[in-house]
């Protein structure tokens, strides 16, 4: 069975937040709200976690998974990024936007696209997981909570628990996120809108 926190969204209770981030310390896979969908995450080094994570969503690693970062400051440890690349990304960030980005050595190989070695990179507009990424210190591998029976991601976290109670260890009750994914834009060869999402592609001139 699950666990829930109602957590404020716009004042995060602080004790709430070291219990979920405890939570993923230990291995567990939270679900938590973020600026566009609820997102489904967990620790970045946890194998077993990210496994589980993928056998809910049914997707394997040619789907992106998305290094979720509380700011820039972890960027040129996880990813190659030019000072171009980084002031576009600073112009937009936080913000509804994925990046696709070449990884670093630092990146787990098993979270990487097979074939291209990129692994997706966000900074989220949402005082809940900015909250959670600050107190865990390190980015969280994460997904779109989006379920393959489904046709657009679960937003009632009620709905979540009901239907994920036995799949996962936490769902975080921040309010109604919205169904309308990231804006993807993948940089790892000049600048090319792979999804129009929430974010504004005019940001990158697309």
């Not at 970062?69 to 913000?95: E, I, M, W």
């Amino acid at each position: 069975m699950s666990q829930f926190f109602a957590i404020h969204p716009e004042n995060p209770q602080e004790r709430l937040i070291k219990q979920a981030v405890e939570i993923v310390r230990k291995g567990g896979v939270i679900v938590y709200p973020t600026d566009s969908c609820y997102a489904i995450g967990c620790a970045l080094g946890d194998k077993t976690a990210m496994e589980r994570i993928l056998a809910i969503r049914k997707i394997d690693l040619k789907h992106h998974l998305t290094l979720m970062c509380a700011d820039l400051s972890d960027l040129g440890t996880y990813a190659k990024v030019d000072n171009s690349q980084f002031r576009q990304l600073k112009a937009a960030t936080p913000g509804s936007y994925t990046f696709i980005l070449q990884a670093t050595k630092e990146v787990p190989n098993r979270t990487l696209h097979p074939k291209r070695k990129t692994i997706g990179l966000r900074v989220p507009d949402n005082a809940i997981a900015l909250a959670l990424l600050k107190e865990l210190g390190e980015p969280m591998l994460s997904s779109t909570l989006m379920l393959p029976e489904d046709d657009e991601p679960l937003t009632d976290p009620y709905e979540i628990r009901d239907r994920l109670e036995h799949a996962v260890d936490l769902v975080i009750d921040g309010g109604w996120c919205g169904t309308e994914p990231t804006t993807v834009i993948d940089m790892t060869d000049g600048v090319e809108l792979v999804r129009q999402g929430k974010g504004d592609a005019g940001v990158f001139g697309l």
